[in-house]
């Protein structure tokens, strides 16, 4: 197991937050290299902020970092330093200066997955909006999406038990060190999450007392993980909408559902959408096309060319499906000669064929 008492004791010195941290860093060449420059050499990178000079050459850090680390080998917690190859490459990527150069996790979740997307959302849930959330990811079933969330109460616990009920891996995103879990009525959850090849992630140490602050902190790492970050329910204020401001800032893709106007929880959401921070969603399939994300179940039919026994009109307009993923009947009308009656018959027998299947507004899609 690699020592990493001078990248843990360099997130211990005061008044060097993650973003200095990395500055310093790329001036610097380790975190090994900081504390042992010369008296002279530190008054010139440091100047007047005679705090953290005295902080790295009286080496008060170190009492705290043993016992740190003495935590960390007991409970086999990964230690992630941002320029290891497991350390969440997302969290590199520019405009994420702010990411933190250490994170330590427990599970076996891969933190650099091929598809990530985090799911966020009110902790007061109505059953509407845990219905969406499950129908959302039941829609990312076999697509080797790794699903990440806060392990708070509401949206986020549902996020979670989606992705376990659908196989997926899940990460959850803890505003807090891993000596504890908050809040307690998730402990269960995070144990069969943990048991299922998921994972618990967080930048805190034991030693960092749990406020309400670090929950918004704690938010950016959420956004930055995934690709796309999925709002289901939000009030105008909260962490859900401060996870989706981050998220925008960061260059990532956004959607959101829409809700009734005048719905509490949907108030976040629906402003997000009008400003166009957000892309308006109704599924998952919305999310996999805008991502550009092919699904690799339609993947490998379409490389095995196992097409159903169809014949004459029915072959036509399958194949078209197959071809044009969200299409309407007037669409497929450019792509044959067909009546709009005849596409419309021919249509509802693949429905009951279970071979197609008809979204809001009339669109239509391969199964």
Same mark, same amino acid.
């Given at each position: 197991?690699?020592?990493?008492?001078?990248?843990?004791?360099?997130?211990?010195?005061?008044?060097?937050?993650?973003?200095?941290?990395?500055?310093?860093?790329?001036?610097?060449?380790?975190?090994?290299?900081? @504390?042992?420059?010369?008296?002279?050499?530190?008054?010139?990178?440091?100047?007047?902020?005679?705090?953290?000079?005295?902080?790295?050459?009286?080496?008060?850090? @170190?009492?705290?970092?043993?016992?740190?680390? =003495? @935590?960390?080998?007991?409970?086999?917690?990964?230690?992630?330093?941002?320029?290891?190859?497991?350390? !969440?490459? $997302?969290?590199?990527?520019? &405009?994420?200066?702010?990411?933190?150069?250490?994170?330590?996790?427990?599970?076996?979740?891969?933190?650099? !997955?091929?598809?990530?997307?985090?799911?966020?959302?009110?902790? *007061?849930?109505?059953?509407? &909006?845990?219905?969406?959330?499950?129908?959302?990811?039941?829609?990312? $079933?076999?697509?080797?999406?790794?699903?990440?969330?806060?392990?708070?109460?509401?949206?986020?616990?549902?996020?979670?038990?989606?992705?376990?009920?659908?196989?997926?891996?899940?990460?959850?995103?803890?505003?807090? &060190?891993?000596?504890?879990?908050?809040? !307690?009525?998730? *402990?269960?959850?995070?144990?069969?999450?943990?048991?299922? &090849?998921?994972?618990?992630?967080?930048e805190m140490r034991t030693d960092v007392k749990m406020t309400p602050n670090l929950f918004p902190v704690r938010n950016r790492?959420?956004?930055?993980?995934?690709?796309?970050?999925?709002?289901?329910?939000?009030?105008?204020?909260?962490?859900a909408l401060i996870t989706a401001n981050i998220a925008s800032g960061y260059n990532r893709d956004l959607f959101a559902f829409?809700?009734?106007?005048?719905?509490?929880?949907?108030?976040?959401?629906?402003?997000?959408?009008? =400003? =166009?921070?957000?892309?308006?969603?109704?599924?998952?399939?919305?999310?996999?096309?805008?991502?550009?994300?092919?699904?690799?179940?339609?993947?490998?039919?379409?490389?095995?060319?196992?097409?159903?026994?169809?014949?004459?009109?029915?072959?036509?307009?399958?194949?078209?499906?197959?071809?044009?993923?969200?299409?309407?009947?007037?669409?497929?009308?450019? @792509?044959?000669?067909m009546s709009l009656p005849k596409i419309a018959t021919v249509l509802l027998s693949l429905e009951l064929k279970n071979l197609?299947?008809?979204?809001?507004?009339?669109?239509?899609?391969?199964?």
């Amino acid at each position: 197991m690699r020592d990493y008492t001078y990248e843990i004791a360099l997130t211990m010195l005061p008044g060097i937050g993650c973003h200095s941290a990395r500055q310093l860093l790329d001036i610097v060449e380790s975190a090994e290299a900081v @504390f042992k420059m010369k008296p002279t050499e530190l008054k010139h990178l440091f100047g007047t902020h005679q705090n953290i000079i005295d902080a790295i050459t009286g080496k008060t850090v @170190f009492k705290a970092v043993e016992e740190e680390m =003495s @935590f960390i080998q007991k409970n086999k917690i990964k230690t992630l330093y941002y320029t290891d190859p497991d350390y !969440p490459q $997302r969290l590199n990527r520019p &405009g994420c200066e702010d990411s933190p150069i250490l994170l330590y996790s427990m599970g076996d979740a891969d933190m650099n !997955p091929e598809r990530a997307v985090s799911v966020v959302g009110t902790r *007061r849930a109505t059953e509407q &909006g845990k219905e969406l959330t499950q129908s959302l990811i039941d829609g990312f $079933r076999g697509e080797g999406i790794t699903v990440v969330s806060g392990l708070a109460l509401g949206i986020d616990a549902k996020a979670h038990e989606a992705a376990l009920s659908n196989g997926l891996p899940t990460i959850g995103v803890l505003a807090h &060190g891993l000596n504890r879990l908050y809040p !307690p009525q998730n *402990r269960q959850l995070a144990k069969r999450m943990l048991k299922c &090849g998921g994972s618990l992630l967080t930048e805190m140490r034991t030693d960092v007392k749990m406020t309400p602050n670090l929950f918004p902190v704690r938010n950016r790492i959420i956004a930055a993980l995934s690709d796309a970050t999925i709002v289901v329910e939000a009030s105008k204020k909260g962490g859900a909408l401060i996870t989706a401001n981050i998220a925008s800032g960061y260059n990532r893709d956004l959607f959101a559902f829409p809700g009734r106007i005048g719905d509490k929880y949907s108030e976040g959401c629906n402003a997000i959408i009008a =400003s =166009s921070k957000a892309l308006l969603i109704r599924d998952a399939d919305d999310v996999m096309t805008n991502m550009g994300w092919e699904r690799k179940s339609m993947k490998i039919r379409k490389q095995t060319k196992l097409f159903p026994n169809l014949q004459g009109d029915e072959d036509a307009i399958y194949k078209i499906l197959l071809e044009h993923s969200n299409i309407t009947m007037e669409e497929i009308q450019g @792509f044959c000669d067909m009546s709009l009656p005849k596409i419309a018959t021919v249509l509802l027998s693949l429905e009951l064929k279970n071979l197609c299947r008809c979204l809001p507004g009339k669109i239509y899609k391969a199964i």
